[in-house]
């Protein structure tokens, strides 16, 4: 589904902070997606960026407080925990392991992953 869902004339719906309401505007330009990137309200003329509510995936990024904070295997995970994996997506910490390794349930399946593995200290101690 490549199709542009609205193209440059369309009417979409925008709160135009100028007449402070919220009224159709007109879409003015369009990303190569598809998406309304600006549009200009045929009230008063304002142009503004327009944020598509269908960009999905990447405006979820803004509510990822609840559904998990990026997998950062610096840090220490407990049971219950989420996270989100930049390539397995959101799972669950549903056992920790060893010291140092985690499982992780996965939309697909349970991974180990590792964890709590701060920064390596500098072993080399001079000798005096
Ligand atoms: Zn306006």
Redesign the pocket.
Known sequence: MNKPMYSVGDCVEKH????A?T?G?VVASITKRGHVSRVS??????RSPFKSPAAGATSARAGATKTGAPYDWTRTYRIGQTLTHPAYGVGEVTALIEPKKIDVLFQDRLRRLVHSQAQAQPQAQVQP
């Open positions: 135009c902070e100028k007449c309401e009224r505007h309200c045929p009230q008063c003329g304002t």
